[in-house]
């Protein structure tokens, strides 16, 4: 059996993880500190100057969550920063409302689904977490 560590974390209310590989790092996110870019994608939240690295922040509920889920009141404080080599090459977080816990989790407990963005669905304390390609998402948000 394999086992492997996943990031559970929520862009609203719905529970979501990724590999732990992904990440470089989780921190607090001021949207002081963003500079906005003029004509971008709503999904496209600014970039930042991560210590003299600029970072592109993404709103990864454009490609996660279905058109018409209410994410109103869910403040996005939280940044999840990607490994550039392991993602898009580029150095981008999500802007996320929660970065919850780490879990240990063995390939036998993940349900396989079919669909594009979403690798399955983990068993989790309260119920199933849908488990995403970073890569995919970010490519497709």
Request: glycine residues 10%.
């Amino acid at each position: 059996m394999v086992t492997y560590h996943v990031l559970e974390f929520t862009p609203g209310e719905e529970q979501y993880c990724i590999d732990i590989e992904y990440v470089t790092e989780v921190l607090s996110r001021s949207k002081r500190d963003e500079t906005s870019i003029p004509e971008s994608p709503p999904h496209v939240g600014g970039k930042i100057d991560l210590r003299g690295e600029i970072t592109g922040v993404i709103d990864p509920r454009a490609g996660l969550m279905p058109e018409g889920n209410e994410v109103d009141g869910h403040s996005q404080d939280r940044m999840i920063v990607f490994d550039v080599e392991k993602t898009t090459g580029r150095d981008s977080g999500w802007a996320v409302t929660a970065a919850l816990r780490i879990l240990t989790v063995d390939s036998e407990s993940v349900g396989a689904v079919d669909g594009d963005l979403i690798n399955g669905l983990v068993a989790g304390e309260d119920g199933q977490i849908v488990r995403v390609d970073p890569e995919t998402v970010s490519a497709e948000t």
